[in-house]
């Protein structure tokens, strides 16, 4: 009992860390709105709303990989400069959304095209900031069945994958280059500063399978060797390290015990 009132007051003190810095205490996202992104680099110059991308039905499909590496996307919202231009040509959105490919036994719409007498309205199905749009899936009926966790989407992605639930498409014909896979290292410990807190335990297994390598480095950890990159938990909490993707994506930073799952020995 004792230690999980502890945790439960480091949670507030590391979240307390962010709301100094900024002043506002930031709300949580509901469930289906967990790492939804507007992409507003171009839209509102030619007229059009901003584009509303949900990141949980694409995760549901393809691995983080494939889109920030193969696909080129950024890992922060309105820094890859997509161009309708650029879908049309079939890089970006346009690399599956062409009307060709098929993904679970669904062709996926054409996205970016001159060619339909419908254009406006088909622009909506990405276009949708401030607008009412019927949505190809619906969140909750989706992921009805998979397992569930407290924060973020509230959906436990990596056992989805783990019990097949979910299989993320890694590899497309004619972008991805095909890769021999490499040995991962064994999971291992990072040992915490906070007096009461427990260590981390990383698994670089559990990464791979979404992100490979090349998400993670070296952009974000330069070295691949333990240790020869520093980084705290403030700097993670202002988005960066491990904060790229745990403060926006992947399950969030006030979720702990996801990470902090080794007792400190006294």
């Given at each position: 009992m004792k230690k999980s009132v502890l945790i439960f007051c480091l949670v507030f003190i590391c979240a307390g860390i962010v709301w100094a810095q900024s002043g506002v205490k930031k709300k949580r996202p509901l469930p289906h709105d967990y790492g939804k992104v507007v992409i507003s680099n171009?839209?509102?110059?030619?007229?059009l709303a901003p584009v509303v991308f949900d990141h949980w039905v694409h995760r549901a499909?393809?691995?983080?990989?494939?889109?920030?590496?193969?696909?080129?996307?950024?890992?922060?919202?309105?820094?890859?400069?997509?161009?309708?231009?650029?879908?049309?040509?079939g890089y970006y959105c346009g690399s599956c959304h062409n009307g060709k490919m098929v993904v679970d036994n669904r062709t996926v719409f054409e996205a970016c095209t001159k060619n339909r007498p419908d254009d406006a309205k088909s622009c909506e199905r990405c276009h949708s900031q401030g607008k009412?749009?019927?949505?190809?899936?619906d969140f909750y009926a989706?992921?009805?069945?998979?397992?569930?966790?407290?924060?973020g989407n509230g959906i436990n992605w990596e056992k989805a994958e783990e019990d097949g639930i979910i299989k993320p498409i890694d590899y497309l014909e004619g972008i991805s280059i095909k890769r021999t896979g490499m040995v991962v290292q064994k999971d291992f410990t990072l040992d915490t500063k906070l007096k009461g807190m427990q260590n981390v335990i990383f698994s670089h297994r559990k990464h791979t399978v979404w992100n490979g390598c090349e998400v993670c480095?070296?952009?974000?950890?330069?070295?691949?060797?333990?240790?020869?990159?520093?980084?705290?938990?403030?700097?993670?909490?202002?988005?960066?390290?491990?904060?790229?993707?745990?403060?926006?994506?992947?399950?969030?930073?006030i979720d702990c015990q996801r990470c902090h799952t080794k007792p400190v020995q006294q």
């Open positions: 171009y839209s509102e110059r030619a007229g499909k393809f691995t983080c990989r494939l889109c920030h590496v193969d696909l080129a996307f950024g890992m922060k919202t309105n820094t890859t400069g997509i161009k309708a231009a650029d879908n049309m040509k009412t749009v019927k949505k190809e899936y989706y992921t009805e069945k998979f397992p569930k966790e407290r924060f480095h070296p952009e974000i950890f330069v070295g691949v060797k333990k240790g020869s990159t520093k980084y705290s938990m403030p700097e993670i909490f202002e988005g960066k390290f491990c904060g790229v993707c745990h403060t926006s994506v992947a399950f969030p930073l």
